[in-house]
């Protein structure tokens, strides 16, 4: 039974600074919640209530998200605004939360090294804060049911451009008689263009044996010079009677890359799109503003936009 969630939330931030400089880019808001809540809810919604959030320095902000706030709900209390205490409270009772610090920012692999005490010898689902996925999606619980049938590691695996492939982990990979299941064979971390085994990238969720911790700690600093969790993974796939192999779970539903500038746009616009109390208002608008009316009067002209990082 797998019953606890890592979510590593160390990052820097770099890519949206000046933002992050001072406010974690896991709190930066969708609509109206920080990415990282989104992240939170899926692990709740799929039964797993026990998390534990890896934080970085400077990340204060996140544990504070999740706590009560007793001073702002008795003001929203005696004003009886009743739907935005509702909201303020959700946060801190969606979960058993607890947190612990990575230290150094040592890469993926080592942040999750930080949740063995915390995890112990059982399997555990790891959600990276910057990957949402769409709210009706049940990717999570097909991966912990792929986990639980192969008693193995399962990795989420989104099929690519081959164009862009060196910007994820990568696998080599068999089929199996179940359409979106596979064999993975081998695992490279950011492969070099032109180098890669597939097409097959690992996005940000992984179901994985505790005897990761194990490998984890042997394993050395890789690409960018730190401890990659592909490296760990790979060597957990390249020894299956050990460890139990490492399967992935095809995923070809709704997903946000937040971690994007103009992906992170996206995510707002469409989940903005698709609330009743914003979409029926906020489409006309957009529609008339893709026509070219609201480029037209800001001086502009509409320009071919790449396609939406969304699958669908």
């Known amino acids: 039974m797998i019953r606890k969630a890592v979510i590593p939330a160390a990052g820097l931030g770099t890519r949206f600074l000046p933002a992050t400089k001072a406010i974690p880019k896991e709190m930066l808001p969708v609509v109206d919640k920080p990415a990282l809540q989104y992240v939170v809810e899926e692990a709740v919604a799929t039964g797993l ?97 792929v986990a639980e049938n192969h008693a193995a ?9 081959p164009e862009q492939i060196h910007l994820y982990g990568c696998a080599s990979v068999e089929m199996t008689d179940q359409a979106d299941v596979v064999r993975i064979t081998g695992l490279v971390e950011k492969p070099a263009s032109g180098a890669a085994p597939s097409n097959f990238a690992v996005i940000g969720r992984y179901v994985l044996r505790p005897e990761v911790f194990d ?28 460890f139990g192999g490492v399967y992935g779970v095809i995923f070809r539903g709704q997903r946000y890359d937040t971690g994007d500038k103009l992906d992170h746009l996206k995510a707002i616009v469409e989940i903005a799109s698709e609330r009743p109390d914003l979409g029926p208002e906020l489409l006309p608008w957009l529609s008339d503003f893709v026509s070219g009316r609201g480029l037209a009067a800001r001086g502009s002209t509409p320009t071919p936009q790449s396609s939406m990082s969304v699958s669908r």
Not at 102 to 110: C, I, K, V
Not at 221 to 228: S, Y
């Open 215 to 242: 490998v984890l700690r042997g394993t050395t600093p890789g690409k960018g010079g730190e401890i990659q969790l592909t490296d760990a993974l790979e060597r957990m796939a390249s020894d299956p009677a050990e």
């Open 49 to 145: 209530e026990d998390i534990l959030v890896v934080l970085g320095r400077n990340k204060s902000a996140i544990s504070n998200h999740f706590d009560s706030v007793p001073e702002l709900e008795s003001n929203l209390f005696t004003k009886s605004d009743d739907a935005k205490l509702a909201h303020v409270k959700k946060a801190s009772e969606l979960a058993d939360l607890h947190f612990v610090r990575q230290g150094s920012p040592r890469g993926l692999g080592h942040a999750v090294s930080r949740a063995e005490a915390h995890v112990g010898r059982e399997p555990f689902a790891v959600l990276l804060g910057g990957d949402l996925i769409g709210e009706r999606e049940t990717l999570l619980r097909r991966m912990i049911d």
């Open 153 to 161: 590691s399962v990795v989420a695996l989104l099929e690519v451009d």
